[in-house]
DNA sequence: TTGGTGACTAATC
DNA sequence: GGATTAGCCACCA
């Protein structure tokens, strides 16, 4: 393993997401380098291995809403883990609370 | 190789 | 503020 692929590229980066923070695919997806592929993102995030330690709960759309359906069940786990991080979430709307990528 | 697909985004109504 | 449309581009069968 010499070379990251763009997936471990994305849990990096996401995993680089201090608490109390999230960021859009887009943002992500600028961050690993992958321009405006924000779709990946969320294709990478599914294909997470087990036992990992990628808070994947803080990426959420470019508009701060959950990408996920309201009430379906990894919804509520996103918005549970936020809330636990001290996110604010009301109505699958999220408070933006976006860091400063350092390259 | 081709075509279908998607945890997206921005623009428009 | 919400819904719809079109654009985007890498991955997979």
């Not at 808070?55 to 990408?67: D, E, L």
């Not at 786990?77 to 933006?96: A, D, F, I, P, Y």
């Amino acid at each position: 393993m010499s070379e990251p692929t763009k997936d471990q590229k994305i849990w990096q980066v996401v995993a680089a997401i201090p608490p109390g923070c999230v960021v859009s695919y887009g943002q992500v997806a600028a961050m690993a380098g992958l321009g405006r592929q924000a779709r990946y993102i969320g294709r990478a995030l599914g294909k997470l291995p087990a036992g990992h330690d990628i808070p994947w709960f803080r990426v959420i759309r470019s508009n701060g809403q959950i990408a996920f359906p309201q009430g379906s069940d990894a919804y509520e786990t996103q918005v549970g883990r936020l809330k636990s991080e001290g996110v604010e979430v009301t109505n699958g709307r999220v408070q933006m609370r976006q860091f400063q990528w350092q390259p």
